[in-house]
């Protein structure tokens, strides 16, 4: 069996499912961030998956959708940077990466 | 490509790149950079009213330039000026929390971050193509994450930093996601290309679009704070330093309106999805009305009182969007972003100085101000009234043409529902001005020294706010 378009899809989706529940369900920020990832990297699949398989008049690939990867892959990586950045930071002050630790505020 | 190297998004980048270079040859006082900053940007709008680029969509079909792009370019580069001018205010309070490892040092990117987000929040109104807009955007949140968390010594701040970049994080996978679907159900990146793929578009697809265009609806609802994607606002709004809070809820607002309009009109001209867009419009517009305005009302923190406004008045600006069809809908939107950026800012040039001699922004620290700083409490006074939407301010000429789009559009339920939050607001805005008039003042609080720039600030920006309330034609020619 070959894969399709659908077979595709359908790990994209999961991959954001569990990029989303791990959002929502896990409670260290590191894990968090990289549940963040993962659902970067769903819309990545799904984006090759799509130009591969959705051909253009001339035979050739969605090359836009391509391109759009490439931006995707860096701006991920320069919101890491910046992010690991900023829980270091939120280390070293409260020694804690845990969401409920974070409660200073409330009316 | 001269002419494209020559637009304004360019030359703000290079007023940025100068001043970072400047930033590393400045050993004593930073706050020149700021200044030098300051002028450029007026340079910058200056030249935005002599003619420019060409109208129309460039070669690459990325960027776009027409009236509404110059207007929210103009309003960029006017927030960006104002933030650096409560960024200078703020520099004492700034520097007690980052880490001295030398005189001045973190003040510098303080004063330059906020210029490269105006680049990318210039170039996100001119935005034609969906790799633009996800470009852009991240150029913008993540100067916005750094600025955030850049206190480093304040846990507030921090946490805020935090908190903002896990949700800023997660609604770029929403938009993602969402701009991934759609690119691939139509092929084209472009929304010029998405608007005339559509129509041919099989049905089968359109419950595939209506997914794809709901995260990227979830991803904006994060961006403009609509209700129920509001939840970090608070949060975010209280922690952050004074002046990004106020860039954050006027431009950072702004360019999510842009974005959302620009990107559903093309969804519009599909008649099996257009009603199922204002539905969800609508039902946003009125969540956001009826939350932001009944949370507002026990708040005793003067910025968490400003984020909730500002969620509130989120909701009006979606009723705008919500009103599709009326032909003043777009500009009633602008109209009203416009008149934000004037009262927010006022407002938040106040608190900036009644917190930096007091050292806290509940309301109580505003109590007897009239006295003890007549020119602050005046300035706060007419924020405060236009807000809250009293007529001759601008803040009443929004709204009511926020409304007429509405009725116009038959959107009656909004517009019921926007009169009486409109009275909800009138009580939370007048608790501040009562505060500052009918309280008594602490017996140990010292007078504020307002420094001569501020008041010239805070005269400008309140003659704005009463001649645009009566004279509202300039700039509406401007949105036409």
Redesign the interface.
């Known amino acids: 069996m070959t894969p399709t378009l659908a077979h595709y899809l359908i790990v994209s989706g999961l991959l ?1 499912t569990i ?2 529940a791990g ?1 929502m369900l896990r409670r260290n ?1 590191i894990i ?2 990289m549940c ?1 990832e993962l ?2 990297n ?2 990545n699949l ?2 090759v ?3 591969r398989y ?1 051909l ?1 008049m001339e035979g050739l690939p ?1 090359y ?2 391509q ?2 990867v490439f ?2 892959i860096t ?1 991920a990586a ?2 890491v940077a ?2 690991l950045a ?2 270091v ?2 280390f ?3 020694q804690t990466t845990h969401v409920e630790d ?1 409660d ?2 409330k ?1 | 490509m001269t002419a494209f190297l020559l637009s304004p998004e360019f030359r703000v980048v290079f007023l940025g790149i100068f001043l970072l270079m400047l930033d590393s040859f400045t050993k004593t006082d930073k706050r020149y950079i700021a200044w030098a900053g300051i002028v450029g940007l007026v340079i910058l709008f200056g030249f935005s009213f002599f003619p420019g680029l060409p109208e129309g969509v460039f070669p690459p079909g990325f960027y776009l330039s027409d009236p509404t792009a110059l207007f929210f370019k103009r309003f960029m580069l006017l927030s960006t000026i104002l933030t650096l001018a409560l960024a200078l205010d703020y520099s004492k309070v700034y520097q007690e929390y980052i880490p001295a490892g030398r005189p001045g040092a973190g003040l510098g990117e303080f004063y330059i971050l906020p210029i490269f987000a105006c680049a990318g929040f210039m170039w996100l109104v001119s935005a034609a193509d969906f790799i633009m807009i996800f470009v852009s955007l991240e150029l913008v949140t993540m100067c916005f994450y750094v600025l955030v968390a850049s206190m480093r010594k304040n846990l507030l701040s921090l946490e805020a930093g935090v908190k903002y970049l896990i949700l800023g994080a997660l609604s770029t996978g929403f938009l993602v996601y969402g701009i991934t679907w759609v690119i691939g159900l139509t092929g084209h990146t472009s929304l010029d290309g998405i608007r005339e793929v559509l129509p041919i578009v099989p049905q089968g697809y359109q419950v595939a679009l209506m997914f794809g265009l709901g995260l990227i609806l979830v991803a904006v609802g994060f961006k403009v704070a609509a209700v129920p994607f509001q939840f970090w606002v608070p949060d975010v709004y209280q922690g952050a330093p004074t002046p990004v809070t106020a860039y954050l809820s006027v431009a950072s607002k702004a360019a999510g309106f842009v974005v959302l309009m620009r990107v559903i009109e093309p969804f519009l001209t599909v008649p099996g999805l257009e009603q199922k867009i204002v539905t969800v419009l609508t039902v946003l517009a009125a969540l956001t009305l009826l939350y932001g305005n009944l949370a507002a009302l026990p708040q005793t923190n003067f910025k968490r009182l400003l984020a909730y406004s500002s969620i509130a008045h989120a909701g009006y600006l979606l009723v705008g969007v919500a009103s599709v069809g009326a032909e003043a809908s777009g500009p009633a939107v602008g109209f009203y972003l416009g008149g934000y950026l004037l009262m927010t800012f006022l407002a938040f040039l106040v608190l900036v100085h009644v917190g930096r001699v007091t050292g806290g922004d509940d309301i109580s620290d505003f109590n007897g101000l009239g006295r003890r700083s007549p020119v602050l409490a005046l300035g706060l006074l007419i924020a405060m009234l236009s807000l809250a939407g009293l007529p001759f301010t601008i803040g009443f000429l929004g709204k009511f043409l926020i409304f007429e789009a509405a009725m116009q559009s038959h959107q009656y339920l909004l517009v019921v529902l926007g009169a009486v939050t409109v009275a909800c607001g009138f009580y939370y805005y007048l608790k501040v001005v009562r505060a500052m008039y009918w309280q008594p003042v602490v017996a140990e609080a010292p007078a504020i020294p307002v420094p001569v720039f501020t008041r010239f600030l805070i005269a400008l920006l309140s003659a704005a706010i009463i001649i645009f309330g009566i004279y509202p034609q300039p700039l509406l020619a401007m949105l036409r």
């Open positions: 954001f990029g989303l959002v920020i968090i961030f963040l659902m970067l769903a819309a799904s984006l998956a799509f130009s959705n253009t969605n836009n959708g391109i759009l931006f995707i701006v320069a919101e910046v992010g900023i829980i930071a939120l070293r002050a409260r974070l200073s505020m009316f």
